[in-house]
C-alpha cells in the first residue's frame, strides 16, 4: 500500500565537535543559574559550564550538595538563601554582596533552585547589577513545577482537564492581608503554589470562598525529583488537615485542580514513583 507521505532517508552526521554552551564567563561578571527542581543530573549543560568556571557561588538552601560539588574545590562557597522564612540575608544584603564580589573580579554564580525568574527574586538581583553597571548572564532552569510535575505524574495541562495552568506564590509582601486569589478559581485550570505549606489552611479558605468546589483534588509533591519525594492527595477542603496529619515539610509545592486525578493511574507506569511507593 503507497503511503501518502514521502520519507526521507538522511544520513546522520556527528557533528564536528561536541555540542557546549557557549559564552564566555568574564570576570567581574555575575551567573544567575536555575539549579533545577532538586537532582543533579537535570542541570542544564550551561548551568554545569557555569558551576565548573565559578570563583565564588552563592546558594540557598534545600539545594541538592551533589550539585554544588560540581563547583570548583576552589570555589568558595556562601549559603545565602533563606528556610521556612528564616533569612540567612536579607536581599538587599544579598544584592550588594553579588556587586562587591563582582568587583572584585571574580566569577560570581548565584544558584537558585528551580528557574532564578520563578519566585526566586532573581528579578530583584538583575535590577541591582544593572543598577551598578555588573554584567550579569541568566541561565534557565526547569522550575519546581514542572519538575514536580514529570516526577509525579501531573500533567499541568490537559485537554479533558485543564486549558490552563497559573503559578502563584503562598507568600504575601509584609503588610498584605490576602492573596488575590479571584483570578484562579475557574475549575478548568489547575494551579500550582509555592511556598505555600504555611498558608495551607488560608489558600484552601480563600479558593473556597472565591467558588472552588470543596471536593476539588489537590495534590501535595514534597521533596520533588529525589529520592525522599513524596506525592499525597486529597480535596481542596481537607489541604491543611492532609499537610498536617502527613508531616509533610518544605521543600513542596501545592497541585489544585482536577488533572490531580490522573495521578494514580499514571504513576503505576512511572518507575520512580513505583520505587517510592514501596520504600
Same mark, same amino acid.
Given at each position: 500500500?503507497?503511503?501518502?507521505?514521502?520519507?526521507?532517508?538522511?544520513?546522520?552526521?556527528?557533528?564536528?565537535?561536541?555540542?557546549?554552551?557557549?559564552? @564566555?564567563?568574564? &570576570? +567581574?561578571?555575575? =551567573?544567575?543559574? *536555575? #539549579?533545577?527542581?532538586? $537532582?543533579?543530573?537535570? !542541570? /542544564?549543560? %550551561?548551568?554545569?559550564?557555569?558551576?565548573?568556571?565559578?570563583?565564588?557561588?552563592?546558594?540557598?538552601?534545600?539545594?541538592?550538595?551533589?550539585?554544588?560539588?560540581?563547583?570548583?574545590?576552589?570555589?568558595?562557597?556562601?549559603?545565602?538563601?533563606?528556610?521556612?522564612?528564616?533569612?540567612?540575608?536579607?536581599?538587599?544584603?544579598?544584592?550588594?554582596?553579588?556587586?562587591?564580589?563582582?568587583?572584585?573580579?571574580?566569577?560570581?554564580?548565584?544558584?537558585?533552585?528551580?528557574?532564578?525568574?520563578?519566585?526566586?527574586?532573581?528579578?530583584?538581583?538583575?535590577?541591582?547589577?544593572?543598577?551598578?553597571?555588573?554584567?550579569? @548572564?541568566?541561565? &534557565? +532552569?526547569?522550575? =519546581?513545577?514542572? *519538575? #514536580?510535575?514529570?516526577? $509525579?505524574?501531573?500533567? !499541568? /495541562?490537559? %485537554?479533558?482537564?485543564?486549558?490552563?495552568?497559573?503559578?502563584?506564590?503562598?507568600?504575601?509582601?509584609?503588610?498584605?492581608?490576602?492573596?488575590?486569589?479571584?483570578?484562579?478559581?475557574?475549575?478548568?485550570?489547575?494551579?500550582?503554589?509555592?511556598?505555600?505549606?504555611?498558608?495551607?489552611?488560608?489558600?484552601?479558605?480563600?479558593?473556597?470562598?472565591?467558588?472552588?468546589?470543596?471536593?476539588?483534588?489537590?495534590?501535595?509533591?514534597?521533596?520533588?525529583?529525589?529520592?525522599?519525594?513524596?506525592?499525597?492527595?486529597?480535596?481542596?477542603?481537607?489541604?491543611?488537615?492532609?499537610?498536617?496529619?502527613?508531616?509533610?515539610?518544605?521543600?513542596?509545592?501545592?497541585?489544585?485542580?482536577?488533572?490531580?486525578?490522573?495521578?494514580?493511574?499514571?504513576?503505576?507506569?512511572?518507575?520512580?514513583?513505583?520505587?517510592?511507593?514501596?520504600?
Amino acid at each position: 500500500m503507497n503511503s501518502p507521505y514521502q520519507v526521507l532517508h538522511t544520513p546522520l552526521v556527528p557533528p564536528e565537535k561536541p555540542i557546549i554552551p557557549g559564552g @564566555e564567563f568574564r &570576570p +567581574g561578571s555575575v =551567573a544567575l543559574v *536555575g #539549579a533545577g527542581p532538586g $537532582a543533579a543530573d537535570l !542541570l /542544564t549543560l %550551561r548551568a554545569l559550564q557555569r558551576l565548573q568556571q565559578a570563583d565564588v557561588v552563592l546558594y540557598d538552601h534545600l539545594l541538592d550538595s551533589s550539585i554544588l560539588a560540581l563547583a570548583p574545590a576552589t570555589a568558595e562557597r556562601l549559603c545565602v538563601g533563606k528556610r521556612a522564612s528564616r533569612h540567612s540575608l536579607p536581599q538587599a544584603d544579598i544584592n550588594q554582596l553579588l556587586v562587591n564580589l563582582a568587583r572584585q573580579g571574580r566569577r560570581v554564580v548565584r544558584l537558585k533552585g528551580g528557574d532564578p525568574l520563578l519566585f526566586g527574586r532573581g528579578g530583584e538581583e538583575m535590577e541591582a547589577l544593572a543598577t551598578a553597571g555588573i554584567p550579569c @548572564e541568566v541561565v &534557565p +532552569g526547569i522550575s =519546581a513545577a514542572l *519538575g #514536580a510535575a514529570a516526577s $509525579a505524574g501531573l500533567p !499541568l /495541562t490537559h %485537554r479533558d482537564y485543564a486549558q490552563g495552568c497559573s503559578f502563584v506564590t503562598g507568600h504575601r509582601r509584609q503588610g498584605q492581608q490576602t492573596l488575590d486569589w479571584t483570578r484562579h478559581c475557574t475549575p478548568e485550570q489547575t494551579i500550582v503554589v509555592y511556598m505555600g505549606l504555611g498558608e495551607a489552611a488560608s489558600i484552601a479558605s480563600q479558593l473556597l470562598a472565591h467558588g472552588r468546589a470543596a471536593d476539588t483534588p489537590v495534590a501535595v509533591v514534597e521533596n520533588a525529583c529525589s529520592a525522599q519525594q513524596r506525592c499525597l492527595c486529597g480535596t481542596l477542603q481537607h489541604l491543611a488537615t492532609l499537610i498536617e496529619k502527613e508531616h509533610i515539610s518544605a521543600p513542596a509545592l501545592l497541585v489544585i485542580g482536577q488533572i490531580v486525578t490522573l495521578h494514580q493511574k499514571l504513576q503505576a507506569y512511572m518507575p520512580q514513583q513505583r520505587a517510592a511507593a514501596s520504600s
